[in-house]
């Protein structure tokens, strides 16, 4: 159950469940928590925090046992990701996407590519990165423009050349392996766009600019830079042209994990706002008599409270194998704006102190607004759940 017991399923929770939120709020307070400030500052990332994240099974926790997973439900993952996001929105953010990345390998790889690739990421050993936005693709990722060109045994063994780039690649460059979607011919769209794993160090590719961002800073981002990089067939994920509805696919799930992230953050904000009202005094009394600044906080735990809800619906909707497009997207929509709309009141209740870097409260408001934006904008997420309900309209 979340910090006393309110607004949670802990009715329904198995008890591996329980264990599961439990390890992960001990790690995320011991050992994420303390440090988050400083590594923000610094925009410094920590590989030790995801090796320990790995040491815990963390890394590895929602995939199924048979392929070497901790084999948790989603519902318990998602409250896993809840305590991360409240301790460190950029923590979460890291292990979220290794977990993206894994997803189309135990969804599509073959058994073959799922034994290569698999038991280090799943261990914490090896980091994951989804490498699918580029300049011109970024909300639309059918405009993919990386070019992947096919090699036969003739020019030095089966595979494809990688040529282009991929922008705002998060846990880049510290990544080691890469899931990278390409296009074998940019004038059939999303028809021809097709996955490729892609390990660190292949020659012909590297990485550019790394990315300085208003939040999440202790997470990295970089452009990846791919100039004839060799692919094995092997290691080409699904058939040619699957790679968009793999991404699709990937994505609808990983937003649940987000929505996770996105409530822990805004429960920290709402949290720590309710303890400054009550420690802060002022015309005599402590702030939390004003009604007027009551009411802010009854608003602030609405929004996280249905926030919560809609993303345990949409993880329960995941682990009983139902479509997930528009109620992942409703989760990570709802979650995301309820995350940036508490911490902008967090920093409003604070003052001038939530308005300082001293408090730790507007690095809360600047991670909340990444949220928004990565994962599909939240305009997206409009049209995505607009589309669902007129298409139910039609079929009557």
């Avoid at 497009?325 to 911490?343: F, H, I, Y």
């Amino acid at each position: 159950m979340t910090p006393r017991g309110r607004f949670t399923l802990a009715g329904y929770l198995s008890e591996e469940e329980r264990l599961l939120q439990a390890t992960a709020r001990e790690f995320a307070q011991r050992e994420v928590a303390p440090s988050a400030g400083e590594r923000d500052e610094a925009e410094r990332f920590d590989r030790s925090i995801f090796v320990r994240m790995g040491e815990l099974g963390l890394t590895g926790a929602p995939f199924p046992t048979a392929v070497g997973g901790a084999g948790f439900s989603y519902l318990g993952w998602s409250l896993a990701m809840e305590e991360l996001g409240a301790a460190d929105m950029a923590s979460a953010v890291t292990l979220s996407v290794h977990i993206l990345a894994q997803f189309p390998i135990v969804t599509w790889g073959t058994p073959e590519q799922q034994g290569r690739w698999l038991p280090s990421m799943l261990a914490g050993e090896a980091l994951g990165a989804f490498a699918l936005t580029e300049p011109t693709a970024g909300s639309d990722a059918s405009a993919i423009r990386l070019r992947a060109t096919r090699v036969d045994a003739a020019d030095g063994g089966a595979g494809y050349h990688l040529d282009g780039t991929k922008i705002w690649i998060t846990n880049a460059p510290e990544a080691d392996h890469y899931l990278v979607f390409a296009t074998l011919d940019p004038s059939e769209g999303a028809n021809a766009i097709t996955a490729f794993l892609v390990r660190k160090g292949t020659p012909g590719f590297r990485f550019g600019t790394h990315e300085r961002k208003m939040g999440i800073r202790s997470t990295p981002a970089a452009e990846l830079v791919f100039d004839g990089a060799v692919v094995p067939s092997a290691d080409r994920l699904g058939a040619e042209g699957d790679g968009y509805r793999i991404a699709l696919s990937a994505l609808a799930e990983g937003r649940i994990s987000i929505a996770a992230a996105c409530v822990g953050l805004a429960r920290s904000a709402l949290e720590q706002s309710a303890a400054y009202l009550l420690e802060r005094r002022a015309f005599g009394a402590p702030l939390a008599e004003q009604q007027g600044l009551r009411f802010m906080l009854a608003e602030m735990a609405r929004e996280v409270a249905a926030a919560r809800a809609l993303t345990h619906q949409a993880a329960a909707a995941k682990d009983r194998g139902e479509p997930l497009g528009e109620v992942s997207s409703l989760a990570k929509w709802t979650s995301s704006d309820a995350a940036m709309r508490v911490t902008t009141d967090a920093v409003q209740l604070f003052g001038a102190s939530g308005y300082s870097r001293e408090t730790g409260i507007e690095r809360l408001l600047r991670d909340a607004k990444g949220a928004q934006i990565y994962e599909g904008t939240n305009q997206i997420h409009r049209v995505i759940v607009a589309d669902e309900v007129l298409a139910r309209a039609r079929a009557g």
